[in-house]
């Protein structure tokens, strides 16, 4: 697709690149084709700056920063999926650190096997949340009128932004190491855990900013956390199905 002017600048294009920004000039809407062979597999093997300006527009306005990259704004965004990626590793990182100052309740049966399951795949299921995210938005969320792969990228700031909130608290975990067997400690798990679960809430405040009003949002929200809550139940349950050769009974022993 070409366009007169420069999606990221609104200068006028007079070749392949803009003169004033340097985004490239065929800058299209993104589809699920574009999704796979152009955003997944560019991004691996071109690092793009940005980083911060990526992390920065998280954090101030995720939505927005979310409708800037499908609006074509995209050369100070560095891949927000690559981000995500980096982001997860660290604070995988970290909290295999923490785990040797965490009691290790002992498991049996399946209470074991879930365990085992959860642990060896904790990146894959996170990463699922992004599809998980997507689909729900663009179900729910019908009227700024985004196909699948342009929910993808809203879903992938909002999880971008849980993953570097847990990131800052297990960073801080590991500054007051000697503070994490204290009573009070659990208050600060129980903010992280809140901020994290509000997140994707606020992203969607922003992307249907004037687009519902206050109670039309609300059972959308709702709905939204409900169908994810599901979605996990049953992904839940399927993984433990695979996991132990068809034979799960549903019980956790401790």
């Known amino acids: 697709m ?3 002017n420069c999606l990221n600048c609104g200068e006028k294009l007079t070749g392949k690149f803009c003169v004033e920004c340097g985004q490239k000039a065929d800058t299209h809407r993104i ?15 071109h690092i793009d700056k940005g980083i911060l300006y990526t992390l920065k527009q998280t954090f101030t306005g995720p ?9 074509g704004r995209r050369i100070r965004y560095y891949n927000v999926f690559y981000l995500t990626l980096i982001a997860l590793g660290l604070n995988l990182l970290i909290s295999h650190f923490l785990e040797q100052y965490e009691p290790t309740a002992e498991l049996e049966g399946d209470g074991e096997i879930i365990y085992n399951f959860i642990t060896h795949n904790i990146k894959y299921i996170i990463l699922c949340f992004i599809p998980l995210f997507a689909l729900n938005g663009f179900i729910i969320f019908r009227r700024p009128k985004l196909n699948y792969a342009e929910h993808m990228i809203i879903a992938g700031f909002a999880l971008l932004g849980c993953i570097v909130i847990a990131l800052f608290f297990n960073l801080l975990s590991m500054a007051l190491i000697s503070f994490r067997n204290l009573q009070w400690w659990s208050r600060i798990d129980d903010l992280q855990s809140f901020i994290c679960l509000c997140f994707p809430a606020w992203v969607y405040i922003q992307v249907t900013r004037r687009k519902y009003k206050i109670p039309g949002f609300i059972w959308r929200i709702v709905f939204f956390y409900f169908l994810f809550l599901i979605e996990l139940i049953i992904a839940f349950i399927l993984g433990m199905i695979i996991a132990n050769g068809g034979n799960f009974e549903g019980k956790i022993m401790i």
């Not at 589809?31 to 093997?45: E, N």
């Not at 927005?64 to 990259?69: C, G, I, K, M, Q």
């Open 2 to 4: 070409e366009h007169k």
């Open 31 to 45: 589809s699920p084709k574009h999704f796979l062979l152009h955003d997944l597999l560019h991004g691996f093997w």
């Open 63 to 71: 939505g927005h920063a979310a409708l800037d990259y499908i609006a």
